[in-house]
């Protein structure tokens, strides 16, 4: 099966930039989407297809894929954005997540 | 705007099915521009893919629940379900039923999520 690493967690100071990798084999030839989950809400995608955003996402959120990783950036962290960050491919159609980045922000 | 809600039983005992039906209203159901997934969380763990279907009624479930899983859909309702057999505590898990945009193929829409216990 394949598989998608994430850093269990993150840390990032309000209005600094938080960095969140994924990594799979040859990653970069499938296309990435990242969602975010706060407790006891639905996930929401902030970037699919590496790094394009959905209606309604600031532009704050930023994805980039190449080689074996892909990357959320959140420029100027804000404390709303403290979530559970998921990356997720497709693989031969089946889905895939990774195991979850959990990104506070202090 | 498109809204799913999960539907079904909060509590099942271990060995039994499990039975969930999503429910989608706001239109596009059969146009053929998305498809539907189930997806669940257990507590304290990540995301976990289950499976999907198409509306014309093909489906695709991720490996480690094949065997146990059956998705169905009902076009006239528009309804889509998902049964799981032989269920254990491992099963315990919110489960969330979501909708695949395409051709981007991503996560457009999501139910709010229900809570399943399997019990002993």
């Known amino acids: 099966s394949y598989d998608l690493t994430q850093p269990p967690s993150v840390s990032v100071s309000p209005g600094h930039t938080a960095t969140i990798t994924c990594s799979g084999d040859?990653?970069?030839?499938?296309?990435v989407s990242w969602l975010q989950q706060k407790p006891g809400q639905s996930p929401v995608t902030v970037i699919y297809?590496?790094?394009k955003r959905p209606s309604g996402i600031p532009e704050r959120f930023s994805g980039s894929s190449s080689g074996n990783t892909a990357t959320l950036t959140i420029s100027g962290t804000q404390t709303l954005d403290e979530a559970d960050y998921f990356c997720?491919?497709?693989?031969?159609?089946?889905?895939?997540f990774g195991g979850g980045t959990k990104l506070t922000v202090l | 705007q498109v809204r799913l809600q999960e539907s079904g039983p909060g509590l099942v005992k271990a060995s039994q099915t499990l039975s969930l039906t999503c429910t989608v209203s706001?239109?596009?159901?059969?146009?053929?521009?998305?498809?539907y997934n189930w997806v669940r969380r257990p507590a304290g763990k990540g995301l976990e893919w289950i499976g999907r279907?198409?509306?014309?009624?093909?489906?695709l479930y991720h490996p480690s629940v094949e065997s146990r899983a059956t998705m169905s859909i009902d076009t006239s309702k528009n309804q889509f379900s998902l049964r799981l057999t032989s269920v254990t505590a491992a099963d315990t898990a919110v489960y969330f039923c979501?909708?695949?945009?395409?051709?981007?193929?991503?996560?457009?829409?999501w139910g709010p999520g229900i809570l399943v216990t399997v019990s002993s």
């Open positions: 706001g239109g596009g159901f059969t146009s053929g521009e998305s498809y």
């Open positions: 297809h590496d790094s």
């Open positions: 997720q491919a497709w693989d031969i159609s089946t889905g895939v």
């Open positions: 979501a909708r695949v945009r395409l051709p981007e193929d991503y996560f457009d829409y």
């Open positions: 279907i198409y509306s014309g009624g093909s489906t």
């Open positions: 040859a990653l970069g030839e499938r296309y």
